[in-house]
Nanobody, 119 residues
């Protein structure tokens, strides 16, 4: 299973970006999907997660500004980021919790996409 993230880049404060992450390969079932981020000198932190039933969870710093969604038919997770702030600058990593036919769960991570918020 491979994950490829798209959509990072440079944006001015107050602007918006939309990240997407597509999973490909031998996929049976996906439970959780989500995004984490890591800024220079800081630990990786939760941005948002979404379950297969589309229950969502957000990190406190992004609540009300970011929205996570998924397309199960395309094994893709999205992150709409609005009202971006310089402190949102980080490498954003997507992940999935893949479930095998035998019910085993395994997490897969993308390589990350850089988001820079700066004027």
């Amino acid at each position: 299973v491979q994950l490829q993230a798209y959509g990072g880049g440079l944006v001015q404060p107050g602007g918006s970006l939309r990240l997407s992450c597509a999973a490909a390969g031998s996929i049976f079932s996906i439970n959780h999907m989500g995004w984490y981020r890591q800024a220079p000198g800081r630990e990786r932190e939760l941005v948002a997660t979404i379950t297969d039933a589309e229950f969502t969870n957000y990190g406190d710093s992004v609540k009300g500004r970011f929205t996570i969604s998924r397309n199960n038919a395309q094994n893709t997770v999205y992150l709409q980021m609005n009202s971006l702030k310089p402190e949102d600058t980080a490498i954003y990593y997507c992940y999935i919790e893949h479930i095998t036919p035998r019910g085993h769960a395994m997490d897969y991570w993308g390589k990350g996409t850089l988001v820079t918020v700066s004027s």
